[in-house]
């Protein structure tokens, strides 16, 4: 809990036991990091679907975040609520399909919250704008690209952010 948080993000992906988790942690990670005024950046994630409503992160997805140096293990899966909208200040989508499920849910002011996380980037790199793909199907491979893409994301974030964040 960050009391009188200086900004409230939202990372969503579908089940939020893999994708939006680590983002979550991948940012939190970066603004540790920073300290100061960025630690008062709140950061929660959800998914657009009630399946794993609870549930820890999946095992492979803590796996690789402590591989980075980070612990997602006390996170439990939500469910993306209305009020959201409202309480957030950007909303971050893992993908395209999340993003349109959320542009459906949203009123047309809170949409403007909505964009790709992946957007973050600057338009010249390789990611820019790209899906971080579900890896839920696949290989542990898979989570470590997630944490890449993910960190690539934070870091160009917290490059835009002034120093006094939410100022
Ligand atoms: P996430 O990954 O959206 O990154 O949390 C998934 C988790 C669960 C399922 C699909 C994707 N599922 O089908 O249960």
Same mark, same amino acid.
């Given at each position: 809990?960050?009391?009188?948080?200086?900004?409230?993000?939202?990372?969503?992906?579908?089940?939020?036991?893999?994708?939006?988790?680590?983002?979550?942690?991948?940012?939190?990670?970066?603004?540790?990091?920073?300290?100061?005024?960025?630690? $008062?950046?709140?950061?929660?994630?959800?998914?657009?679907?009630?399946?794993?409503?609870?549930?820890?992160?999946?095992?492979?997805?803590?796996?690789?975040?402590?591989?980075?140096?980070?612990?997602?293990?006390?996170?439990?899966?939500?469910?993306?609520?209305?009020?959201?909208?409202?309480?957030?200040?950007?909303?971050?989508?893992?993908?395209?399909?999340? $993003?349109?499920?959320?542009?459906?849910?949203?009123?047309?002011?809170?949409?403007?919250?909505?964009?790709?996380?992946?957007?973050?980037?600057?338009?010249?790199?390789?990611?820019?704008?790209?899906?971080?793909?579900?890896?839920?199907?696949?290989?542990?491979?898979?989570?470590?690209?997630?944490?890449?893409?993910?960190?690539?994301?934070?870091?160009?974030?917290?490059?835009?952010?002034?120093?006094?964040?939410?100022?």
């Amino acid at each position: 809990m960050v009391p009188n948080p200086s900004k409230k993000i939202l990372f969503v992906c579908l089940g939020n036991i893999c994708r939006s988790p680590l983002a979550q942690g991948v940012f939190q990670h970066r603004l540790m990091q920073q300290g100061g005024d960025f630690s $008062r950046v709140a950061l929660d994630s959800a998914g657009t679907v009630a399946y794993h409503i609870g549930k820890s992160p999946d095992p492979r997805a803590c796996s690789a975040a402590r591989a980075s140096g980070f612990d997602i293990a006390n996170q439990r899966a939500r469910q993306v609520s209305i009020s959201d909208f409202d309480y957030f200040d950007e909303i971050f989508a893992m993908d395209r399909a999340n $993003r349109a499920a959320l542009l459906k849910l949203a009123d047309p002011i809170s949409q403007n919250k909505i964009r790709l996380v992946m957007s973050l980037l600057d338009p010249s790199a390789p990611f820019f704008d790209r899906d971080v793909p579900d890896p839920y199907y696949g290989d542990s491979d898979g989570f470590t690209e997630v944490v890449s893409m993910l960190d690539q994301a934070a870091a160009a974030w917290i490059a835009s952010l002034s120093p006094s964040v939410g100022n």
